[in-house]
């Protein structure tokens, strides 16, 4: 495997079209904060915090809490090992797309 080639691996952590969301909005920030996320993705506190809680178990995620005036705001981004899964969950849904629409060997039946 060359140099900047991403193995493809499906990652069934990541693929719930909810996560595969969340992942894909990180994976196009440094950090995002909660409410932004939020916001794009149309989720309720609570949804959100889930999603981010286990994302971040998997250690896919980190998040920092700080205060902010009389605030706590939250804030997320990718870790290494979340973009390595989520480069790898793209290029397995690449690969299922090609070989789905690929020609098909021999005459057709």
């Known amino acids: 495997m060359g140099a900047g080639m991403t ?3 499906f990652d069934e952590l990541i693929h719930p079209s909810t996560r595969l969301s969340l992942v894909a909005t990180l994976a196009a920030a ?3 904060e909660f409410a932004f996320l939020k916001d794009r ?3 309720s ?6 999603q981010l809680t286990t994302l971040e178990e998997a250690g896919y995620v ?3 809490r700080r205060l902010s005036g009389s605030r706590r705001k939250v804030r997320a981004r990718l870790t290494g090992t979340g973009r390595d ?3 790898g969950h793209i290029a397995a849904l690449r690969a299922i797309v090609a070989d789905a ?9």
Do not use: Y
């Open 7 to 9: 193995e493809a691996r």
């Open 30 to 32: 440094d950090w995002a």
């Open 41 to 43: 993705l149309q989720l």
């Open 45 to 50: 506190d609570s949804a959100l915090s889930k």
């Open 62 to 64: 980190a998040t920092e």
């Open 85 to 87: 899964a989520f480069n």
């Open 101 to 109: 629409t690929a020609p098909a060997e021999g005459p057709p039946v």
